[in-house]
């Protein structure tokens, strides 16, 4: 079974989880360093992009493209 708990590392490197957990023996674990807040740009960038990728998605030539994938009504 693969878990996800969430974890703060401190600078000397040592992991403490956010929450207990319990374990029938010892496991491998995979570490990810998270940025400690989002990018403000790059919030601003995804929102910029959906205006343009949805002019370019909301065309009737890109809902013949993809009707083979939609659902029989």
């Known amino acids: ?10 600078e ?3 992991v403490h989880l956010m ?3 319990h374990l029938d023996r010892s496991h491998r674990a995979l570490v990810t360093i998270l940025a400690d807040e ?3 740009e790059r919030q601003e960038t995804a929102l910029l992009s959906e205006v ?3 002019a370019d998605w ?14 029989a009504r």
């Open 1 to 10: 079974m693969i878990q996800t708990v969430e974890a703060v590392i401190d």
């Open 12 to 14: 000397q490197g040592g």
């Open 19 to 21: 929450e207990d957990i």
């Open 38 to 40: 989002p990018s403000i």
């Open 52 to 54: 343009v990728l949805a």
């Open 58 to 71: 909301n065309r009737p030539e890109e809902d013949e493209a993809w009707s083979h994938l939609q659902l």
